[in-house]
């Protein structure tokens, strides 16, 4: 069966201080990844998803990067954090083709102080 | 452009009574639709999904959703609420396969329960 994991599960970090969250599924090959932002009373925000190694595409302007090492690797980072950044990131993936059933991580909780 | 609303930030209903989530949706090609239910400090797992066929679909939890075409609507109900069904709920709606999958998602709606 697949899975996924992200860690760290709870971050707190100074302001203009680096960021990587990480994300790694087991039990499958080629997934979609994605990256989703929840902010409090605003739903899930896509950031970046990727359907292939290196390949990555960003939804909206922001202070984060995504890179894809690997095919079931996913990585959220940012140079210099801003408060704004805090939030509750999702890590998920669905199969590469069809219809896009998402299957969640359980999330990376940011705070930036 | 695509959207999906939920008009309900917030609510609550007593225990063994009868739930109704909304969710309205703004899609240019034919839905795929999904429920996805979120506990606190918790990722989001997938409740049931529509993609075609029977407009009424059964999902885990005992929850169903009906899809009403006429009314761009794919509600989500429950005959009985327990108190663990406490927790935020979102509607999503995607196409098919690559960027076009890409699911939007409902702001949620988080659901009390009372004793």
């Known amino acids: 069966s697949q899975t996924i994991h992200q860690w760290p599960a709870t971050l707190v970090q100074p302001v203009g201080s680096p960021l990587s969250l990480e994300c790694t599924v087991e039990g499958t090959s080629n997934p979609n990844l994605y990256w989703y932002r929840q902010a409090a009373g605003r739903g899930l925000q896509l950031l970046f998803y990727?359907?292939?190694?290196?390949?990555i595409s960003s939804e909206v302007p922001q202070n984060l990067s995504a890179s894809r090492p690997q095919d079931r690797q996913f990585i959220l980072s940012s140079k210099k954090l801003l408060l704004s950044d805090s939030g509750f990131y999702l890590c998920?993936?669905?199969?590469?083709?069809?219809?896009?059933?998402?299957?969640f991580g359980a999330g990376s909780r940011l705070t930036v102080l | 452009a695509q959207s999906v609303t939920q008009p309900d930030i917030h609510i609550t209903v007593s225990e063994g009574a009868s739930l109704e989530l909304r969710c309205n949706y703004s899609?240019?090609?034919?839905?795929?639709l999904f429920w996805y239910v979120q506990s606190p400090g918790q990722g989001l797992q997938l409740l049931l999904k529509?993609?075609?066929?029977?407009?009424l679909v059964q999902g885990i939890k005992g929850f169903e959703a009906e899809f009403k075409r006429s009314q761009s609507s794919f509600n989500l109900r429950k005959p009985s609420v327990h108190w663990s069904d406490a927790a935020e709920y979102f509607c999503?709606?995607?196409?098919?396969?690559?960027?076009?999958?890409?699911?939007?998602f409902g702001k949620g709606t988080k659901l009390s329960v009372k004793p």
């Open positions: 899609y240019g090609a034919t839905p795929y």
């Open positions: 529509y993609f075609s066929g029977d407009t």
């Open positions: 990727s359907v292939g190694i290196g390949q």
């Open positions: 999503a709606v995607g196409g098919n396969g690559g960027s076009q999958g890409n699911l939007i």
């Open positions: 998920a993936w669905s199969r590469f083709s069809g219809a896009n059933v998402l299957t």
